[in-house]
């Protein structure tokens, strides 16, 4: 039931002649910018436009744009060319003609041309499909033989002008059984647990203590109510990090009872955060394959929780979410896709925020700086990308499914040339280095030892590191690898594996034995001259079994403990 995206146009802050694009969509997405830019407007016509499924009003002349003489609002759902292989008398084509259909759908013109395979089909208002955009699209698909023989084929009728058989093969896609559009519902900026029993379900959480009473103990005829019951407990849990606490609602609806740390109590003597949690939890629970659009959940909601909120509502539920934010921690999660809303003379418009910079410039318009944004609880630093791509996996394998990097820890990269080329006159720097545990307690730096025996004597810079960071081993460490490099960790055979997956040619090559003070990926060894460590270390962590050679697991199981201790109140 996931959309894929859409474009919109003639509606309230956005005008008629500049259409807003929301694509591509995922299972969550922000929409992120300053008050009053019409962030809520995005969501207003995405409940106006499919709320319509349950009989809701249609837009009406209030939504349209201030001093927009010539205003014709459109909404334009983009479908994958995959899904419109399945509409109706489509999918009952031979194999030969779904394989024409794909391709024509994948044509310049018909395309949509932020992604080659939408396409986009226009609506007037909230029915219908608008001919006229059909035909601006066939004629910029121009007389293809693909168009030629489908409408053929289709409508046992091609020929004519330009652009014809494209129309006519547009038309009949159109007019197929299409799958139901989902519904959509609200969550509004006001959230509260309140005295009012109505028997319409209100996702603002007015009525929310009923329907979670008939959930607890649903009827015969229901009892399946009662796995959905577990499963706002468990929204709760995971959001809370909490895997104990429990709710229950009394047969008088006064409250709803929240138990925590063996106690328990009536959620009106709880934080605000938890009132927040239960009724996104029971709203995002009950509520299924449907949209949901929902205003600035992280009000009263730590930067942690914010995050662990979000990965639920990914992972663990059916719905698509549209979620108006204005926090940084939200947009740097990593989850979903995130849009850029701005306004300008009165008038809106969104840009997807797909690149680094772009989310960048999005907290930057939201008027956060560099040193207001909270880090996670611990920080690990390593010299490069495949080195963050072995100690995730070796975290893993050692703590399966208890922490998760952006939430419990972060992977931060240094450049291993730092302690390795600064000369003495540079001591200033690596003090500097050492002196980003003041932002972070709780730190942990993994450096490559670079010995070529083992009586060599690494270098003092990294010595200093070293005394710096172990001096409170239960928040700090410092993990100097024990042979030259970290891949000297791999099992032999394992990294030749890896080497060979990773470049084919080495396979041709017998290679050198892996030596500990030496660099098993030295161009002279494989016979390469630049050898990607990012991709030897995904293929090698593939395959990797449960060895673990010299120090190693002690030495993540440090790194555990650490994380541990950072996250032990949160």
């Known amino acids: ?103 024509f759908l994948r044509l310049p ?63 009949w896609i159109v007019q197929q059984q299409r799958p139901p559009r989902p519904s959509a519902y609200t969550i509004g900026g006001v959230r509260t647990i309140s005295d009012d029993s109505s028997q319409e379900p209100d996702l603002n959480g007015r009525s929310i203590k009923r329907r979670l009473l008939e959930l607890q103990n649903p009827a015969t005829d229901r009892l399946k109510d009662k796995e959905l019951f577990r499963h706002v407990q468990d929204f709760v849990r995971a959001v809370l990090d909490d895997p104990a606490i429990t709710i229950d609602v009394p047969h008088d609806l006064s409250t709803v009872h929240v138990t925590q740390g063996g106690r328990t109590l009536p959620i009106e003597n709880l934080g605000t955060g938890v009132h927040e949690v239960v009724i996104i939890a029971a709203a995002a629970t009950v509520i299924q394959d449907s949209i949901l659009c929902i205003e600035e959940p992280e009000v009263h909601l730590h930067p942690i929780l914010q995050r662990k909120l979000l990965r639920y509502l990914e992972s663990s539920t059916t719905n698509q979410y549209f979620i108006a934010t204005h926090s940084a921690h939200m947009l740097d999660s990593k989850i979903g896709s995130i849009f850029h809303v701005t306004r300008e003379d009165g008038v809106s418009s969104v840009r997807y925020a797909g690149a680094a910079h772009e989310r960048a410039a999005v907290c930057a318009d939201l008027g956060y700086r560099p040193s207001d944004l909270v880090q996670t609880n ?38 291993g040339s730092m302690l390795n080329s600064v000369s003495p006159l540079d001591a200033e720097e690596v003090e500097e280095f050492i002196s980003l545990r003041s932002l972070n307690r709780y730190m942990v730096v993994l450096m490559d030892s670079d010995k070529t025996s083992r009586s060599f004597n690494i270098n003092d810079h990294k010595k200093r590191v070293r005394d710096g960071l172990n001096s409170d081993p239960s928040t700090g460490m410092a993990w100097i690898t024990t042979g030259y490099t970290v891949e000297n960790y791999v099992p032999e055979q394992v990294l030749t594996d890896a080497i060979n997956t990773a470049h084919p040619t080495t396979k041709r090559r017998v290679l050198p034995t892996q030596k500990l003070y030496s660099n098993p990926l030295a161009p002279g060894r494989l016979g390469i001259q630049q050898p990607s460590k990012v991709a030897i270390s995904k293929a090698a962590t593939q395959i990797w079994g449960d060895e673990w050679p010299h120090n190693l697991k002690q030495k993540v199981k440090q790194v555990i403990s650490i994380i541990e201790v950072a996250n032990r109140h949160t």
């Open 378 to 415: 611990a920080v690990v630093w390593v010299e490069g990308p495949s080195d963050r791509v072995y100690l995730k996996h070796w975290i893993e394998k050692l703590a399966p499914d208890r922490f998760v990097e952006g939430t419990h820890y972060s992977i931060m990269f240094y450049g």
């Open 109 to 171: 013109g018909i395309a949509f041309p932020l992604g080659t395979d939408a396409v986009n089909l226009t609506m007037t208002g909230l029915g219908g499909f608008d001919s006229q955009a059909l035909r601006q699209m066939a004629t910029k698909a121009g007389d293809s033989p693909l168009a030629n023989t489908l409408s053929t084929a289709l409508v046992r009728h091609s020929g004519g002008g330009q652009g014809d058989d494209a129309y006519r093969v547009l038309e």
């Open 1 to 103: 039931m996931l959309i894929n995206g859409f474009t919109f146009r003639g509606y309230r802050s956005f005008p008629s002649d500049r259409p807003a694009v929301l694509f591509p969509l995922r299972r969550v997405n922000l929409i992120a910018g300053q008050n009053n830019t019409g962030k809520s407007n995005i969501l207003r016509v995405i409940a106006d436009t499919f709320e319509e499924a349950r009989g809701k009003k249609p837009i009406n002349k209030w939504d349209r744009p201030l001093g927009d003489a010539k205003h014709t609002f459109a909404f334009v759902q983009l479908h994958s060319v995959d899904e419109i292989l399945t509409w109706g008398e489509i999918k009952e084509q031979s194999s030969g003609i779904l394989e024409k259909l794909g391709q």
